[in-house]
C-alpha cells in the first residue's frame, strides 16, 4: 500500500529552524510531484509548498516564500521542508501530498495525504 511517511517535526522557539522529511513507500512517488501543506488549531488545511517529480520547478505559498525551501531525492523518495525563522503561527500539523497531476498537489484535491506531524513554535 503506498505511503507518505512524515517526520521531523517537534518544538522549536520562535527565530529556529526545522527541517521536515516526507518518504514514499513505493517508487511510483519518484514520478510525482509532492508537496506540504499546514493546518493550524482551529484552522483549515492551507497550501505550503510544492516540487515538480524531477524537482526542477517549486511554488511557493505567501507564507512560505523567502522563509521555507521544499527539495526531494528521487533516490530516496523522500521530499524535504526547510523552514527557517520559524514564527509562532507556524504552529499546526503539516502534511506531505502527492499526485501525478501537480495541480492536484497545488490544490490539494489529491487522494495521497501522509498522516501528518506536529509543529510547535514558542514565542
Known amino acids: 500500500q503506498a505511503q507518505l511517511v512524515e517526520s521531523g517535526g517537534g518544538l522549536v522557539q520562535a527565530g529556529g529552524s526545522l527541517r521536515l522529511s516526507c518518504a514514499a513507500s513505493v517508487r511510483t512517488f519518484s514520478t510525482y510531484a509532492m508537496g506540504w501543506f499546514r493546518q493550524a488549531p482551529g484552522k483549515e488545511r492551507e497550501f505550503v509548498a510544492a516540487?515538480?517529480?524531477?524537482?526542477?520547478?517549486?511554488f511557493y505559498s505567501d507564507l512560505a516564500k523567502g522563509r521555507f525551501t521544499i527539495s526531494r531525492d528521487n533516490d530516496k523518495i523522500t521530499i524535504y521542508l526547510q523552514m527557517n525563522t520559524l514564527q509562532s503561527e507556524d504552529t499546526g500539523v503539516y502534511y506531505c501530498?502527492?499526485?501525478?497531476?501537480?495541480?492536484?498537489?497545488?490544490?490539494?484535491?489529491?487522494?495521497?495525504w501522509g498522516q501528518g506531524t506536529q509543529v510547535t513554535v514558542s514565542s
Open positions: 501530498a502527492a499526485d501525478f497531476d501537480s495541480r492536484a498537489v497545488v490544490d490539494g484535491t489529491t487522494d495521497y
Open positions: 516540487i515538480s517529480w524531477s524537482g526542477g520547478s517549486t
